[in-house]
Nanobody, 124 residues
Framework: VQLQASGGGLVQAGGSLRLSCAASEGTVSSYAMGWFRQAPGKEREFVAATSRSTISTLYADSVKGRFTISRDNAKNTVYLQMNSLKPEDTAVYYC??????????????????WGQGTLVTVSS
């Protein structure tokens, strides 16, 4: 599977964005999926993940209650709805898939398929 992330942009604090992660040459329903982000000068960090069955979701404490991960299997796409954005949410956001496990992973090492990033900039 190949992943293509999109939907980033410039938004004011308090605003919303929805990121999309479209899959090709494979189906997102076959994988546990995650979103990560990397701010300038920082390591890539976990944001949210959903299990293959979509029964389980997990969020970083910093985004809990503001971000929602979901998937549309018919569109072969995973989304990250981001509300109440803060300047500290500014980062390049990446989607990723776990090829061999259907359960949620929180570390970058647990994901072996990555899309290119999409930049989110939140102004104060």
């Amino acid at each position: 599977v190949q992943l293509q992330a999109s939907g980033g942009g410039l938004v004011q604090a308090g605003g919303s964005l929805r990121l999309s992660c479209a899959a090709s040459e494979g189906t997102v329903s076959s994988y546990a999926m995650g979103w990560f982000r990397q701010a300038p000068g920082k390591e890539r960090e976990f944001v949210a993940a959903t299990s293959r069955s979509t029964i389980s979701t997990l969020y970083a404490d910093s985004v809990k209650g503001r971000f929602t991960i979901s998937r549309d299997n018919a569109k072969n796409t995973v989304y990250l709805q981001m509300n109440s954005l803060k300047p500290e949410d500014t980062a390049v956001y990446y989607c990723a898939a776990r090829r061999y496990y259907g359960t949620i992973g929180k570390s970058t090492a647990e994901y072996d398929i990555w899309g290119q990033g999409t930049l989110v900039t939140v102004s104060s």
